[in-house]
């Protein structure tokens, strides 16, 4: 069944430093996402990307963030410096379209820890 | 997103049923709902989604009140594996692209 992927499963930072997390959404899905659990705490959505662009992000999503698809196969979430509260579990999620009915197929997770 | 409430936590039994509810009484018409969950340290994992009738599928079943203000997810045999957080979510036309996930309720499935 295919599945989306994830790496690293653990990464770890200095608060300042640049981390690339990198997904590989299910092959024929259209639609990637972004989200984010702090430990603890609920799922938060952080963006949505269609087409190469940008769809939907939340306010967590500030400059410090981005995201891309650098290739038909990846799709990157950048932070560019990161911060202490930045340290989380992010999770990424694709789906071939998007409605208020089709479901969305989740990864297993970064864990990313800023010391 | 209209807002949904659950309960906390709730705890099962091996073997036996389990009905998770869920109230989301400021639900439009337009509104899905759909029922995700999360195992220890994974992602969330679709469950199912119904709109008005009830549903099913291999993991669960859906029954949706008649006024739609109020759901049940059904799991019909426990299993251990089932031990999780359940999401209740509603996604309508104006929010298409995310999820919002609230706290959800943790099921303890004892053996």
């Known amino acids: 069944e295919p599945e989306v992927t994830q790496t690293p499963s653990h990464q770890v930072t200095q608060m300042g430093q640049e981390v690339i997390l990198r997904c590989v959404p299910i092959s024929n899905h259209l639609y990637f996402y972004w989200y984010r659990q702090i430990l603890g705490q609920k799922v938060e959505f952080l963006v949505s990307?269609?087409?190469?662009?940008?769809?939907?992000k939340s306010e967590i999503f500030d400059d410090q963030f981005s995201v891309e698809r650098p290739d038909g196969s990846n799709f990157t979430l950048k932070i560019r410096s990161t911060k202490l509260e930045d340290s989380a579990m992010y999770f990424c999620?694709?789906?071939?379209?998007?409605?208020?009915?089709?479901?969305?197929?989740f990864g297993p997770g970064t864990r990313l820890t800023v010391l | 997103d209209a807002k949904t409430t659950q309960p906390n936590s709730m705890e099962s039994n091996e073997e036996e049923p389990v009905h998770l509810p869920c109230n989301h009484s400021?639900?439009?018409?337009?509104?899905?709902i759909h029922w995700y969950r999360q195992l220890p340290s994974q992602g969330p994992e679709y469950v199912i989604h119904?709109?008005?009738s009830n549903v099913n599928n291999r993991m669960a079943s859906l029954a949706i009140a008649e006024d739609r203000k109020s759901s049940t997810l059904i799991l019909h045999r426990a299993t251990l594996r089932d031990a999780a957080v359940y999401y209740c979510?509603?996604?309508?036309?104006?929010?298409?692209?995310?999820?919002?996930f609230g706290k959800g309720t943790l099921l303890t499935v004892n053996p």
């Open positions: 119904g709109l008005t």
């Open positions: 990307f269609y087409n190469n662009e940008i769809s939907e």
């Open positions: 400021t639900i439009s018409g337009t509104d899905y």
């Open positions: 999620a694709s789906s071939d379209r998007t409605s208020a009915y089709n479901e969305q197929f």
């Open positions: 979510i509603l996604r309508g036309g104006g929010s298409n692209y995310k999820l919002t």
